[in-house]
């Protein structure tokens, strides 16, 4: 069989996101050019208000010290997106809505990735397998013209835990094919085993986030005394 080009990969692609907006009156800001909360600039606002919702459930509804900073952060760029008034009463429930859309957006986005990264799992042995099955046909190859690359992503474990590795290599003779094909076969098993731990622990933080997004409200109420203080600092300011 003659091999030729470089090119012959063997991995996918992770797919993009959507949106979701909402207007209200002037209690608590005042319009902007965007209220999306999915526009590039608010989705890293959206992401740690999602974060931070995280931390408070599964710490008891608590948040420590540094966790309640990056909340405040995270409330004056939201104040600065959304344009809040400040206003001499407490918070408006405008702004605590702000904070509960731009949340479960956050939330959402997660969601959308987890459920990307899920089916990238469910399918890589099945990759894995059709790599191996390639690489022996490149071991049987005796015409060899261009190098060929082959790429393929797999699970292994880091000392933070599971993630996915990406691995590119280049074969220039049958060899370095028949070298590669048998390496690759002796890892095949352990990676197998490290793909089913990982799609586990994948199932498990979908069920979790699902959860969460139940008690978004209730964040959101938890909330008003920092967006309260944000309120203040700009009546100050302003």
């Not at 999306?36 to 989705?43: L, Q």
């Not at 990307?116 to 790599?131: G, P, Y």
């Not at 290599?169 to 002796?186: G, Y």
């Not at 979908?206 to 967006?227: W, Y």
């Amino acid at each position: 069989m003659g091999v030729k080009g470089v090119g012959h990969s063997l991995s996918p692609m992770l797919p993009p996101e959507g949106l979701i907006s909402r207007n209200t009156g002037h209690t608590a800001r005042e319009e902007t050019k965007s209220d999306n909360a999915e526009y590039p600039d608010s989705v890293p606002t959206s992401l740690k208000l999602a974060s931070l919702a995280t931390a408070w459930i599964t710490q008891g509804r608590e948040l420590r010290v540094r966790q309640r900073e990056e909340l405040r952060r995270a409330l004056n760029r939201l104040a600065n997106i959304r344009t809040w008034v400040a206003l001499r009463a407490d918070p408006p429930a405008s702004a605590i809505r702000d904070v509960e859309e731009f949340t479960t957006t956050g939330l959402r986005i997660v969601q959308r990735e987890l459920r990307d990264e899920l089916a990238e799992k469910k399918s890589e042995v099945t990759r894995l397998k059709e790599v191996a099955e390639f690489l022996n046909e490149l071991a049987r190859a005796e015409e060899w013209g261009d190098p060929v690359e082959v790429e393929y992503s797999h699970t292994i474990r880091q000392p933070e835990g599971l993630a996915t590795q990406t691995t590119t290599l280049t074969l220039v003779d049958t060899e370095e094919a028949k070298v590669a094909a048998e390496a690759f076969e002796k890892k095949l098993q352990n990676w197998e085993k490290l793909r089913s731990q990982m799609q586990a622990e994948l199932e498990s933080r979908k069920r979790q986030l699902k959860e969460i997004a139940g008690s978004v409200s209730a964040f959101a109420a938890f909330s008003s005394g920092v967006v309260a203080d944000v309120l203040a600092l700009i009546s100050q300011t302003g």
